[in-house]
């Protein structure tokens, strides 16, 4: 449960997204938390669009419910209409929610004197920025991030606890009996309306940059080698790696744990599922899984006759000695 700053009324929440009340929403109806509809009390505002949570609807203590267009439950709760209830539930939050929070610079962050930070920026303690910083306007970055030298953020960019931005590459040469590291002399590059997780690590370009994409949204403990390009609106889960060089377009997205091999080049709109091995360039539009990754659809049937073969191997042994 999660509570606003202050209370809404019912008829507040939905002008302020331009929706309908209907007949049995009365105007005095207070909203002051937003909620799951088990966790949920008389001043709580959720949502209902997938029919499998129909008992939890009916259960529900709610105070005001998103449901979809076509709604036609009897149901003892106040409600209102809309096409997309997921997505006004997520409106809403941003709307009576997140407005609310303040833009502040905590005196306990360190930020270099030729650091640039736009304006709306929220910069919470122990957050460390390097020299020739830039940071775009309405910045959210949270306790403990690092930020190192050169590296340039777009407007709108959401950096959680534990993101490091712009350390070395993971490069050296082997030679005469010894690893000789390779100068790391590049930068990183966030794009526009980036969101990246706890522990992310994202590398500075050996040379060049690390780039990444307007509207990506990274999880919790990715690493991102030099060098690598990723493309708009993709989206990339908890452990994902990349090494060194990848290049992805946009809007992919790669589950838990997928694991790819450095300068290779992963098409739009691909899907890859969770522990995968990407060891070969990827097309566009694909969805592949597995270790090596093969298409999903195969790697299914990969799987369903792995799963036969304690039945199957005793009768080819029975075939092979008749």
Request: net charge negative; aromatic share 6%.
């Amino acid at each position: 449960m999660k509570n606003f700053r202050f209370m809404r009324s019912a008829r507040e929440i939905a002008g302020g997204l331009s929706l309908c009340l209907e007949e049995n929403n009365p105007e005095h109806i207070e909203i002051d938390n937003v909620a799951t509809l088990q966790d949920a009390n008389e001043s709580s505002l959720c949502f209902y669009q997938d029919a499998k949570y129909k008992d939890e609807l009916l259960a529900s203590k709610a105070g005001l419910v998103l449901v979809p267009s076509d709604f036609d439950l009897e149901i003892g709760l106040n409600f209102i209409k809309t096409e997309k209830p997921y997505f006004t539930f997520l409106q809403i939050i941003k709307t009576f929610y997140s407005q609310e929070e303040k833009a502040e610079i905590s005196p306990k962050s360190v930020i270099h004197e030729s650091a640039v930070i736009g304006e709306g920026a929220s910069i919470a303690e122990f957050v460390s920025i390097g020299a020739n910083v830039t940071i775009g306007k309405n910045a959210l970055i949270y306790p403990n991030v690092t930020i190192y030298e050169d590296t340039e953020i777009g407007d709108n960019v959401i950096l959680h606890s534990g993101v490091v931005l712009g350390a070395d590459g993971f490069g050296f040469l082997y030679q005469d009996g010894t690893q000789h590291k390779i100068p790391q002399l590049g930068k990183v590059i966030i794009g526009n309306d980036v969101e990246i997780g706890a522990g992310t690590t994202i590398d500075r370009g050996t040379l060049g940059a690390t780039i990444i994409g307007d509207g990506t949204k990274i999880d919790n403990l990715v690493q991102i080698g030099h060098n690598c390009q990723i493309g708009k609106n993709c989206c990339l889960c908890s452990q994902v790696g990349l090494a060194g060089n990848t290049k992805v377009g946009d809007l992919v997205y790669m589950a838990g744990q997928v694991g790819v091999a450095g300068h290779l080049s992963i098409g739009n709109y691909t899907r890859i599922g969770a522990k995968s091995g990407v060891m070969n360039n990827v097309p566009d539009n694909s969805e592949i899984w597995g270790i090596p990754t093969v298409d999903a659809k195969d790697q299914k049937r990969i799987i369903v006759a792995l799963r036969q073969l304690p039945k199957v191997l005793p009768k080819l042994k029975k075939l092979l000695k008749s």
